[in-house]
């Protein structure tokens, strides 16, 4: 079967991989729109080299992820995964066409070129390597969407692989960019949208009133001395940067003039979790803390009320053992021995909880995802290649 692989050089395939990352880059699905257009390629793509693949849709039907398997129906394969999705390019200042990939020494520019439509060419297009190879163990591709507005599709995603297919595949890949280094631990990530209400009045009233803003500024104390608290006391875990979880407010908005008790005021906070620490109950401590303010408020202004809802479902960490065998069998493929964990979320930790043996692992560098100017070192793509080429050579 070696043969048969050495006729695909990695610097060829890197080719391949750069066209169909062209192609990709210039569908401009952005979280939270219909992806329709990419996944159309995508398993057009399939289509082409006869691979029947699955989806899983939204509610709507308006997005959807594709898994297929290549190779045989046997038990412990491989997943590789990625998202179809990208951020917005906004206010952001491109010297490029950010739909474009345009190609400059020795990087390509592009939205999503890192982060993470990279990773899915080289995927694609080691496809007709993998048929070719004689696999003894499957790999399955698992391409998500709107995973950059709070991983909203990546456990489904992973559950589905679980319930598709008799056999039972061990290890997933989240081809995040890490510089194809091996990621083994993720915080949680949760936000949570507060609305506080009463009623409009004149401002030389407040001291029988109930401002929104006064009540909101107490919330967002609460939440910054929660977050003093677990510094000193909580947990700690020092592959993490920093080594806590943290509580962060990014959104405050209320009041209309100088002399209106405001109505209404609203706060966005988001809560990234180590995985030793209890989302849950962070977030249950803060709603317990609106009861109790709403129940003190109330006594002044009856409709005073403070609404909590979360943006998205909690997004659970990744916490894979250093020592887990998939840690050994990644290394494998990029031969660095370098482990990290990141702040960042991402649906590593979804495929964990639905029983794989989940890391993160992916061609180019954070450092340039979600930034103008997004780019992936066309060094970075034939690792990336090689990579996925490694993986075909061990499973043959
Ligand atoms: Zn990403």
């Known amino acids: 079967m070696q043969s048969t692989i050495n006729h695909y050089p990695t610097k060829k395939k890197s080719l391949l991989a750069q066209e169909i990352l062209a192609k990709l880059i210039a569908f401009p699905v952005l979280g939270g729109q219909s992806n329709d257009s990419i996944a159309d390629w995508i398993e057009n793509y399939l289509t082409e080299y006869d691979i029947p693949f699955h989806n899983v849709y939204n509610a709507e039907r308006t997005k959807r992820c594709i898994h297929c398997r290549i190779g045989p129906a046997v038990d412990n394969g491989v997943v590789l995964s990625g998202h179809t999705d990208v951020v917005p390019v906004e206010g952001q200042d491109w010297q490029t066409d950010p739909f474009k990939m345009v190609e400059k020494a020795g990087k390509l520019y592009g939205r999503g070129t890192c982060d ?4 899915i060419a080289c995927c694609l297009a080691c496809l007709p390597e993998m048929m070719a190879a004689d696999l003894k163990k499957p790999i399955y591709f698992a391409f998500s969407y709107d995973e950059e507005i709070g991983c909203w599709s990546g456990h489904a995603l992973a559950k589905s692989i679980m319930d598709t297919y008799e056999e039972t595949p061990r290890f997933a890949i989240i081809g ?104 849950i109950a962070i977030m249950g401590e803060f709603k317990d803390y609106c009861a109790e303010r709403v129940a003190i408020m109330r006594k002044k202004v009856p409709e005073f009320n403070i609404t909590s809802k979360e943006w998205f479902p909690f997004v659970v960490p990744l916490d894979t053992p250093d020592d887990a065998p998939v840690v050994k069998f990644v290394q494998q493929l990029t031969d660095s021995t370098i482990i990290n964990a990141v702040s960042y979320a991402s649906e590593a930790g979804q495929f964990a909880a639905e029983g794989f043996e989940a890391v993160i692992c992916g ?34």
């Open 363 to 396: 061609p180019g560098s954070i450092e340039q995802a979600h930034r103008a100017n997004e780019f992936i070192e066309m060094e970075q793509l034939e690792k990336g290649v090689l990579f996925v080429q490694k993986l075909i050579t061990k499973l043959s």
């Open 116 to 119: 993470m439509k990279g990773f």
């Open 176 to 279: 995040e960019p890490s510089e194809m280094e091996v990621i083994t631990g993720q915080k949680g990530m949760g936000t949570l949208e507060v609305v506080l209400a009463s009623r409009g009045a004149h401002s030389s009233k407040i001291y029988t009133e109930a401002s929104t803003i006064y009540e909101a500024a107490k919330l967002v104390n609460w939440l910054e001395n929660k977050m003093e608290e677990l510094i000193l006391n909580g947990e700690k875990d020092t592959r993490f940067t920093p080594p806590h979880s943290t509580l962060h407010v990014g959104k405050f908005h209320g009041g209309i003039a100088h002399n209106i008790v405001a109505d209404k005021c609203t706060i966005v906070w988001d809560l990234r979790t180590l995985p030793k620490d209890n989302a």
